[in-house]
């Protein structure tokens, strides 16, 4: 693949990058203006907890797909990665619902126990349908699934907002978890001959201890950056309540917006950084070449947050400002 294909699929993905940004810079006045700093503090509370359950279910399994998937010659061992790679984590997402099934017993919170169940499967399936598409370089359809998540959310939420204008947490949470779940049958489909008509290769073509062995740090790593991501939002909650956690989650969301050129670097840097290693490991170019070009960029885009800093609070209502 050369470094022009590699900037084109950075293009495509940006594409669709960009609708969700557009997308999000839309609605995002409206829902903040729908639902009260409270409610959308307890779902930032409710996803935060959502990320970290599936942080430790995964293993760091996730990361060890990409890192192993062009070690895999042929389709067959590369099915078979994943098949490791998505057993183990769906194991202890079951093991973690069986430890909450005595919450759905409880009348109060039995909605909000049976989402964070299904959630866990969910973000757990999505993550891994994305990888394959993602590893496969269908960069315009992964980007599509972005779009696609996005939209169901938005339409989702403006629909029961206006039908249950009295049940907000239920009706966001509800709304994120259908359009995670609508991805999922969509990227499932998308790939049908890899997740379903590809046979996997024999146990014995991977090594499970040498895959977990990868892992384990990487999952160690993750959970530390996510816990300190975390831990502001918790810490908020402790000393002050939902409202506050509210506004603090919708001033990132903002910031969200513009992290088109990160994310959009991110999720194709790793798998082409790990597949030009595997091809060449003396070649240097590459990663000189786009440190030069990611330096530059990155400089405009913290420019630019500096100077529109004023700009944000305008995006939100006036129980936000």
Known sequence: ?????????CLSLAGGTLVVMFISAL???VITR???PSVYGQVT???TWCSLAVMVCSLGLDQTFIRFFYTGKTPAIQRRI?????????LLCLLVSCALLPGLIGEQNRFLVLCFILALFARTLNRMGMLVLRLKYRTSLY??????NKSLYVILVLAGMRLFSGHGLTVMIGASLAAMTGCVAAELYAERTFWFKTRPAPAQSIEPRHLLAYSLPLMAACAVFLVFQATDRFCIRWFADYDQVGVYASAQSIMNLFSVITSTFQTLWLPRAIEHYERDPQDRTLYRDMNRIMTVIMFLFGAAVLLLKDVFVLFLGESYR
């Open 82 to 90: 994943l098949s490791f790679c998505l057993a183990v984590p769906l």
């Open 45 to 47: 509370i409710f996803n």
């Open 34 to 36: 729908l639902a009260d």
């Open 1 to 9: 693949m050369k470094q022009t294909s590699f900037l084109r699929q």
């Open 143 to 148: 980007s599509a699934m972005s779009v696609l």
């Open 27 to 29: 609605t995002m006045p």
